[in-house]
Structures are given as C-alpha cells and as structure tokens.
C-alpha cells in the first residue's frame, strides 16, 4: 500500500463505509460531481461496491485514503479510475480524488494524487492520465495544476449534460515530488 508523508492510500474495509456516507452525503463535497446532488447511504454504499469491482476488474483503483496517524479513520478516496460514465474520453485513465471537508485545504489531495500518478506512470506504466473536472471546481483544478496537468478537451456529461474538461499529463516530462508543491 502507497503511504506520502501524510497519508496511507488502503484497501477499502467494512468500517469505511459510514464515513465514506458521511462525506458523500456532504452537499458541498459532492456539488460538482454527476448532479451535485448529496448521496443516499445505498448509494454511497453501491459506489463503494463499484469501486471494489473496479479493483478487481483492472487490478488497479481508487484507494480509501487514511491519515497516517490513525490508519483506521477514512478521509475520502485517491486513486485511478477507468472513466466509462464518460466515453468520449475512453480509452483513459483518470486520476481522482474526494476527501471530507475535514481534509481540505491542507494539501491532501495533491499529495495522494501525485502518489497515485506516480503508481500509474512507473508501475503500471501509463503513457498519460487525466483528470475529469467541472470548470466551476476551482479547488480540484487547482489540485490539477499543481500535480501539473493541463487543460485538455471539454466533454459533455451524458448522465447530466453538465461540461466538464479533461486535463491530462503524460509519463515523459512528469516530475513527481514527494513533498507538494
């Protein structure tokens, strides 16, 4: 499992499922993802199973991100994603995150999401991966630009017919820090 100075990036557990609730059902945590809409318990729970059948499928995914001082809490999830809600991207390999609001503001997000980049670009060995960001999202886009991708193509959400615009970085160039930047 990826640790980064802050965090330790897990298997998804039983216990995680009620935070992972909490911070789905959070309406500013979720206002730019699909309808903005806050989640129901069995649709984070349903989300959660889709998570763990993506890890099985594609033998990589979106990992619980725990602090590394209490490895049992869970702060959200980072990790890589096959984006099929999107298919005028496909084939990609998305780099995402969500985090409770607890968690913002402090660099979390950039520091899982440049571990996961660097799992993608030397263990897996990707050429690129993007990531799917509603224009109005500044702090994700931000967290983009620091791990330093660029703004890409926008793309219509299918599911909502909400804009959304895919910035990418590829494996030759990127320089992976450990500490954010």
Same mark, same amino acid.
């Given at each position: 499992?990826?640790?980064? #100075?802050? @965090?330790?990036? %897990?298997? $998804?557990?039983?216990?995680?499922?009620?935070?992972?609730?909490?911070?789905?059902?959070?309406?500013?945590?979720?206002?730019?993802?699909?309808?903005?809409?806050?989640?129901? =318990?069995?649709?984070?729970?349903? &989300? @959660?199973? *889709?998570?763990?059948?993506? $890890?099985? #499928?594609?033998?990589?995914? &979106?990992?619980? *991100?725990?602090? =590394?001082?209490?490895?049992?809490?869970?702060?959200?999830?980072?990790?890589?994603?096959?984006?099929?809600?999107?298919?005028?991207?496909?084939?990609?390999?998305?780099?995402? $995150? =969500?985090?409770?609001? !607890?968690?913002?503001?402090?660099?979390?997000?950039? #520091?899982?999401?440049?571990? !996961? @980049?660097?799992?993608?670009?030397?263990?897996?060995?990707?050429?690129?991966?993007?990531?799917?960001?509603?224009?109005?999202?500044?702090?994700?886009? %931000?967290?983009?630009?620091?791990?330093?991708?660029? =703004?890409?193509?926008?793309?219509?959400?299918?599911?909502?017919? %909400?804009?959304?615009?895919?910035?990418?970085?590829?494996?030759?160039?990127?320089?992976? !820090?450990?500490?954010?930047?």
């Amino acid at each position: 499992m990826p640790t980064t #100075e802050r @965090l330790l990036l %897990r298997s $998804w557990r039983p216990s995680d499922r009620a935070p992972f609730a909490t911070l789905n059902a959070d309406k500013e945590v979720v206002r730019y993802i699909g309808s903005g809409a806050p989640m129901t =318990r069995a649709d984070s729970d349903a &989300l @959660l199973e *889709a998570i763990e059948a993506h $890890w099985r #499928e594609h033998g990589f995914g &979106l990992w619980c *991100a725990a602090p =590394r001082e209490d490895p049992d809490a869970c702060l959200g999830f980072v990790g890589l994603a096959v984006p099929a809600f999107l298919p005028a991207v496909l084939p990609a390999v998305e780099v995402g $995150w =969500r985090l409770a609001r !607890s968690a913002w503001g402090r660099g979390l997000a950039t #520091e899982g999401a440049r571990a !996961s @980049l660097r799992h993608a670009f030397e263990d897996l060995g990707l050429a690129a991966v993007i990531s799917i960001i509603d224009p109005l999202n500044e702090r994700s886009i %931000r967290v983009a630009r620091k791990l330093g991708m660029r =703004r890409g193509a926008d793309h219509l959400d299918p599911r909502t017919g %909400r804009r959304l615009t895919a910035f990418e970085i590829f494996s030759q160039g990127a320089a992976f !820090s450990p500490e954010p930047s």
